[in-house]
């Protein structure tokens, strides 16, 4: 079955600094990936979306790649803060409209 | 204000008893989708729609119902809720390319 799997259960960072989460996708060819912003007790916030002919997509401090090569998504939070430690979700889209999400990665920013 | 709503927020119910749970959203958007959230596990598609009468399987739709005959609902019905059903749900919308979601606020609901 399709499956989406990010690498790090949790990523702890010194502000400042470039946080880089990975997610891998396989047994699928996913049309899409999305990343996710996910605070505790909270419905996860949309934060990015790539295609497949996509390589690369960026806004502000964010960024994610897409290589169909690898399987794997990137997603770069570059400068990073405090303000940004929540758990980040990458999820697989079909164009069929079947979404598979991955576990997700814990990211702390310390000060 | 775009949004999606979802009620109850939190349920507390026994074994057998059938529940509704749901989920509205203003935005006049084509799909919608249901989720539930354990720890360790994710969130898992349960079922979703592309548009009004038409609603597809997700990973986990067994012990679910959904329907989706007016635009902007699709509820959620658990005709005989068991203790394995206790979980956190995310209804979401999206417009008619399915891109960006729009998640609820989650109904947390615990199966005595």
């Known amino acids: 079955s399709q499956k989406i799997e990010q690498n790090s259960e949790a990523l702890n960072i010194q502000e400042g600094k470039t946080a880089t989460l990975t997610c891998n996708y396989t047994?699928?060819?996913?049309?899409?990936l999305q990343w996710y912003r996910q605070d505790p007790g909270r419905g996860p916030v949309f934060l990015l979306l790539i295609r497949e002919n996509e390589k690369e997509k960026r806004k502000e401090r964010l960024k994610v790649t897409f290589d169909t090569t690898l399987k794997q998504s990137l997603f770069h939070i570059t400068a990073s803060q405090p303000a940004d430690s929540a758990t980040y979700l990458c999820?697989?889209?079909?164009?069929?409209?079947?979404?598979?999400f991955g576990d997700g990665t814990t990211l702390t920013v310390k000060p | 204000e775009a949004q999606v709503t979802q009620n109850p927020r939190y349920l507390i119910t026994v074994t057998g008893k059938k529940l509704t749970v749901t989920c509205s959203q203003n935005m006049n958007h084509e799909y919608m989708s249901w989720y539930r959230q354990d720890p360790g596990l994710g969130l898992r598609q349960i079922y979703y729609?592309?548009?009004?009468?038409?609603?597809d399987k997700g990973d986990v739709p067994e012990g679910y119902k959904v329907s989706r005959k007016e635009k902007r609902n699709f509820p959620l019905i658990l005709e005989s809720p068991s203790p394995n059903q206790t979980s956190l749900y995310f209804c979401a919308s999206s417009g008619v390319y399915q891109e960006t979601q729009y998640f609820g606020p989650g109904t947390r609901l615990l199966v005595l």
């Open positions: 999820v697989g889209n079909t164009n069929a409209g079947k979404s598979t």
């Open positions: 729609s592309m548009n009004v009468e038409v609603t």
């Open positions: 047994n699928y060819s996913p049309a899409y």
